[in-house]
């Protein structure tokens, strides 16, 4: 069975620092890329980050950069995203996803992930 299981969120003061995990399970992981998207209330949902392992590629929404890191360890099947610096506009629930990197043209496009985690959420106050 495959499954992404998204962990790590919370609630955390303006300027602070969570850092997501996403374990994946049931599909050979090298062979996927990673994508971290966001849900705000009441708005669509919007790219984070990306990272492919097997052909190095590796982007952030520009909201994001210089704020937030993705990394992933192979050993353990799980991505990660240190997000620092977090600002009240970064509150949403946080999903993690698995796109095939040989097929994935548009990074940022939902659509081309297969698998989906089930989110995690995280609320920064002002």
């Known amino acids: 069975e495959v499954q992404l299981q998204a962990s790590g969120g919370g609630l955390v003061q303006a300027g602070g620092s969570l850092r997501l995990a996403c374990a994946a399970s049931?599909?050979?992981?090298?062979?996927?890329?990673i994508g971290w998207f966001r849900q705000a209330p009441g708005k669509s949902r919007e790219a984070v980050s990306y990272i492919s392992s097997s052909d190095g590629r590796l982007y952030y929404a520009p909201y994001v950069k210089g704020r937030f890191t993705v990394s992933s360890d192979n050993a353990k099947n799980t991505v990660y995203l240190q997000m620092n610096s977090l600002k009240p506009e970064d509150t949403a629930v946080y999903y993690c996803a698995a796109a095939d990197p040989t097929r994935t043209t548009m990074p940022f496009n939902p659509d081309e992930y297969r698998y989906w985690g089930q989110g995690t959420e995280v609320t920064v106050s002002s």
């Open positions: 049931g599909f050979t992981f090298d062979d996927y890329a």
